[in-house]
């Protein structure tokens, strides 16, 4: 339609309506209101370009060089749009699979999330209606795909490049017929003298051949490019109204598919908006419930705190370090207070400070700690020094009766400031002669020397209490080399050879080198043939020359080949040698041992059972919590082993870090820290275990370590997480960190560890509030030295 004759008719149909430079002016067909979109053709031939034709005239020849360059414009311009339109296609395809897949994938994940009861059965009920819905809608953009494909992309790429190609061709045959007829015309005139009349007559027939089949190629060239040049946009609109038509189509029955679900939508998103109504009053709920017993649990937490920490220790504990106190300054004028900052000194049962230009003779205050007591700055009473520490983080007083002292003192960090608490709290306790629950009496292990609190800031101790150095110096869980590490340990610096460690594990060769997340011994042929396959398989270290710590030690003694043979060679035991693949024997065969590893630790040939469901499921998570519970190493690596078929990656991660709701939230590293089983928990984290996973008391391993008794283990544990960096800043429900649980329970060589982990984390820095203090009163603090620091006391 729309072929036919002019008319006004502009704005008739409102998607061509005026207000455009090139609707202002086309032509509307009257009778449809639509847009004139082709001139009449004209259905008399062209008399001039068909006389040009059969005279074989240039004038034919120039206008098919003309019509061979538009020819060629065309394709060249067909070619983007036939490009755009298959990439369409595609896009569709991919938008159907990606579908398919979101189908699946959402309701894996709302079967999931299914709130179960007869609640869950409604709840599926409606995923699955959903996804059913999808499919169908999935199923019409797939007919659509198909249908556009047959009558729009295919179709255009034929007429519009393959025609034209069948045309340039047939333009070749003309030119090839022309240039045989004009040679051929050439040879009779150069020798129609000299031909007999019988020869001549035979060359007129074969001149009159070639002339009819030039003619014949011309009007076939002339016809089709004639045809192709009056039509060619009429068969674009014609594909475009063929793309409209199945689109309309397709939103129909799209439109027809979901018309149904109208009212159930309906009364479903209000029973949502229901439920997020009582979602939102639940969580308030929650929030002033949770307030309230915090404050209630806060304060008794404070008073259990106080009874525990005030041990006897002894009036020898000696603690130093730099605090910021409020004094009255003479060169700031009468009543001027500012913050300076002092070196405090608590020894012999009194406190004294000293300026950082004095000598330790010349400390002052030295207030005795009998007549002391601390009190912690309480923001909403009024009291004067409440009003000054308002604004400055980490303050508390120290409140002497004779001589009357109050000091307002600011430490420099919340842990600085519980350790000096601490500190003064328990020597007052010890003067008065208080014996809390829990105190080892004056000579405890509360008094001056390893362990205790007369130990220098910042030592690190040995599991036995041994001096090792500043914080700086020791690199807890830097161990040494695994021979050395099992001659400390008591192995006379030999590989156990009850477990099958002192050979290759592979080949019963002299064993260099050890897989540490198999717990497993290797030759130097075998090592190589391990590294091979991937740390995701197997990680490699040297016996002699890499660097093993007290975790990685326990697990190679708890470990080994034998147990490695008996989980990943199962099979291979119990069919009388694995169908025929031998094992590699002594050294040498360096094909044949990669071979080997391949096929035992690759292709998991001799495992018995197994694979990636019982890790995705959970159901091996659990396993794997319950045999490390049980302290059964090898049932541990037996379920990780065949459970994660991929080996160290999500799958073992998800595993290993499985919550068990039952129980409190916990993981199975939870159980290896309060078990003290190292061996178990270095597995745990080779295999990908969150070091700094919370159950719901939000404890981490590092704080259950830390609530062991002070004994060598709890210790051990606590170094081992440190090395691996644990963080130590990490708060309970109750505001505990592992530092604080370790004081709280006496553990005073876990605090150590503690607090030097904190250190490295960079948890106990100057407050920033502190340090631009110290820049603002630079100036005044130098003219005050040179006063030498005269103060009203």
């Not at 649990?297 to 220790?313: D, F, G, I, Y």
């Not at 002299?510 to 740390?535: D, F, K, P």
């Not at 016996?543 to 030690?553: I, Q, Y």
């Not at 275990?689 to 939000?698: E, F, K, P």
Request: proline share 3%.
């Amino acid at each position: 339609g729309g072929g036919g004759g002019g008319g006004g008719g502009g704005g008739a149909i409102p998607g061509f309506g005026g207000g455009n430079t090139h609707t202002d002016m086309a032509m509307f067909d009257e009778a449809t209101g639509l847009p004139v979109f082709s001139p009449p053709i004209d259905t008399s031939p062209n008399m001039e370009e068909i006389e040009n034709l059969v005279r074989d005239s240039p004038k034919f020849k120039d206008l098919l060089i003309n019509w061979d360059k538009d020819l060629a414009e065309c394709m060249e311009a067909s070619k983007r749009t036939i490009k755009s339109a298959e990439a369409y296609l595609r896009a569709n395809e991919e938008a159907v699979s990606a579908g398919q897949t979101l189908a699946s994938d959402l309701q894996e994940f709302g079967n999931m999330l299914s709130p179960g009861g007869p609640a869950g059965e409604g709840y599926a009920m409606v995923i699955s209606e959903w996804r059913l819905v999808m499919q169908e809608l999935l199923i019409l953009r797939t007919v659509l795909d198909e249908q556009l494909q047959a009558t729009f992309a295919s179709s255009l790429k034929s007429y519009f490049q393959v025609e034209p190609r069948a045309m340039r061709k047939h333009k070749v045959n003309y030119e090839t017929a022309r240039s045989r007829y004009a040679s051929a015309m050439q040879r009779y005139l150069s020798h129609a003298a000299a031909l007999s009349e019988s020869d001549k007559a035979q060359s007129q027939f074969e001149l009159m051949e070639l002339k009819e089949k030039l003619a014949s190629c011309g009007y076939t060239i002339y016809q089709e490019v004639n045809s192709f040049r009056t039509e060619r946009h009429l068969v674009l609109l014609e594909h475009l109204f063929y793309f409209m038509f199945l689109h309309t189509s397709f939103f129909h029955h799209g439109y027809h598919t979901m018309q149904h679900s109208d009212t159930d939508i309906s009364v479903l998103r209000e029973n949502v908006s229901q439920l997020r109504r009582d979602t939102a009053a639940l969580r308030e709920s929650i929030k002033s419930t949770y307030v309230e017993v915090r404050e209630k649990a806060s304060a008794t937490l404070a008073a259990e705190e106080m009874a525990t920490t005030l041990a006897s220790e002894g009036a020898s504990i000696k603690k130093e370090g730099w605090m910021y106190k409020l004094v009255t300054a003479g060169i700031s004028g009468p009543g001027m207070r500012r913050w300076k900052r002092k070196w405090f000194v608590l020894d012999n049962g009194r406190l004294g400070y000293r300026s950082k230009n004095t000598s330790p003779g010349e400390s002052k205050g030295n207030i005795d700690m009998l007549l002391t007591t601390v009190r912690l700055v309480d923001q909403n009473k009024n009291l004067p020094s409440n009003k000054v520490a308002a604004s400055r983080a980490f303050t508390f007083e120290v409140i002497c009766a004779s001589p009357r002292v109050e000091w307002l003192l600011q430490a420099e960090s919340e842990q600085d400031k519980a350790e000096w608490i601490h500190a003064l709290q328990t020597v007052t306790a010890n003067l008065l002669g208080v014996q809390m629950p829990g105190s080892g009496g004056a000579g405890g292990p509360g008094a001056d020397g390893p362990g205790g609190h007369g130990a220098r800031s910042g030592s690190v101790l040995s599991s036995d209490g041994e001096y090792l150095g500043s914080a700086a110096d020791n690199d807890m869980g830097a161990g040494m080399s695994l021979l050395d590490g099992l001659g400390n340990m008591g192995d006379d610096g030999q590989m156990p050879a009850e477990n099958g460690n002192d050979k290759c594990a592979e080949c019963d060769s002299a064993a260099e080198w050890a897989s540490i997340n198999l717990g497993i011994t290797l030759c130097l042929e075998c090592s190589g043939a391990h590294r091979s396959m991937g740390t995701h398989i197997t990680k490699v270290r040297s016996l002699a020359m890499d660097s093993w710590d007290r975790g990685l030690l326990e697990f190679m003694r708890a470990s080994g080949n034998s147990m490695n043979r008996r989980i990943w060679e199962a099979k291979y035991t119990a069919d009388g040698g694995g169908a025929g693949e031998q094992r590699p024997s002594g050294p040498g065969n360096v094909e044949v041992k990669k071979k080997w590893t391949i096929s035992k630790y690759t292709q998991r040939k001799w495992l018995d059972g197994g694979g990636e469901d019982e890790a995705k499921s959970g159901e091996g998570g659990l396993k794997l919590y319950e045999a490390v519970k049980a302290r059964q190493l090898e049932q541990a690596m037996t379920v990780l082993i065949t459970g994660c078929k991929q080996g160290i990656g999500p799958a073992s991660s998800a595993m290993v870090n499985h919550v068990n709701t039952s129980e409190y939230g916990r993981v199975a590293l939870h159980c290896a820290v309060e078990n003290g089983d190292l061996a178990c928990a270095e597995v745990l984290v080779q295999w990908g275990a969150d070091l700094n996973v919370q159950d719901s008391h939000g404890r981490t391993p590092m704080h259950l370590a830390a609530s062991h008794s002070d004994d060598a283990e709890g210790v051990y544990m606590m170094e081992w997480l440190a090395g691996k960096k644990a963080d130590a800043d990490i708060r309970d429900l109750l505001g505990r960190t592992p530092a604080d649980l370790a004081m709280i329970r006496g553990n005073q060589k876990g605090a150590t560890v503690a607090l030097k982990r904190e250190h490295q984390q960079g948890s106990l820095v100057l407050d920033q509030e502190a340090s631009e203090a110290m820049i603002k009163t630079a100036a005044a603090a130098a003219a005050e030295a040179q006063l030498n620091d005269q103060e009203d006391e």
